[in-house]
T-cell receptor
Framework: NAGVTQTPKFRVLKTGQSMTLLCAQDMNHEYMYWYRQDPGMGLRLIHYSVGEGTTAKGEVPDGYNVSRLKKQNFLLGLESAAPSQTSVYFC??????????FGPGTRLTVT | AQSVTQPDIHITVSEGASLELRCNYSYGATPYLFWYVQSPGQGLQLLLKYFSGDTLVQGIKGFEAEFKRSQSSFNLRKPSVHWSDAAEYFCAVGALNTGNQFYFGTGTSLTVIP
């Protein structure tokens, strides 16, 4: 039981490049979330999903897109990366929508 | 608007001393409250949660927290801190009618000195 895994762990992008972050969970959880963590800002919710095929915007959705084609996977996409998107990205999943289990994070640098 | 405030950015305590980390929230609905711990380079781990009932809740690793509605607070406590408790601590709030959105505080960094 791996819990929540994130791929990749580190990535460096140039401004304007695109990429997709993958989150996978093996706990059969309905709810999945993407957060970004910036110094002094805590965690801020980007997008979330309450089930396969559904997505919704969180607090800071601009510049990101998501997809939940399979229940176990939640993808976060950056179509045209900007330096302001330099951050640590965390994925989380939840069975009930309240207790969240977090992945180890992806450190993204946009130059 | 919903918000969570952790007034202490950084706290230093001696090993064996007691600890209290403060958390205040502003929320329009009945809140569900959480404390998470993050070790360096790791994801967040749930320490404890409050949904309803007894306002003093026990968590893992010897932590407890008390919900005080009148003060809009959910402070985290531990009677005797261990060196391994050094980490970043986050308070979070959510509720039933928010579309499952959670709001996190900015965190309190705990240093434990021998």
């Amino acid at each position: 039981n791996a819990g929540v895994t994130q791929t990749p762990k580190f990535r460096v992008l140039k401004t304007g490049q695109s990429m997709t972050l993958l989150c996978a969970q093996d706990m059969n959880h309905e709810y999945m979330y993407w957060y970004r963590q910036d110094p002094g800002m805590g965690l801020r919710l980007i997008h979330y999903s309450v089930g396969e095929g559904t997505t919704a915007k969180g607090e800071v959705p601009d510049g990101y897109n998501v997809s939940r084609l399979k229940k176990q996977n939640f993808l976060l996409g950056l179509e045209s990366a900007a330096p302001s998107q330099t951050s640590v990205y965390f994925c989380a999943s939840s069975k009930t929508g309240y207790e969240q289990y977090f992945g180890p994070g992806t450190r993204l640098t946009v130059t | 608007a919903q918000s969570v405030t952790q007034p202490d950015i950084h706290i230093t305590v001696s090993e064996g001393a007691s600890l209290e980390l403060r958390c205040n929230y502003s929320y329009g609905a009945t809140p569900y409250l959480f404390w998470y711990v993050q070790s360096p380079g790791q994801g967040l781990q749930l320490l404890l949660k409050y949904f309803s009932g007894d306002t003093l809740v026990q968590g893992i690793k010897g932590f407890e927290a008390e919900f005080k509605r009148s003060q809009s607070s959910f402070n985290l406590r531990k009677p005797s801190v261990h060196w391994s408790d050094a980490a970043e601590y986050f308070c979070a709030v959510g509720a039933l009618n928010t579309g499952n959105q959670f709001y996190f505080g900015t965190g309190t960094s705990l240093t434990v000195i021998p």
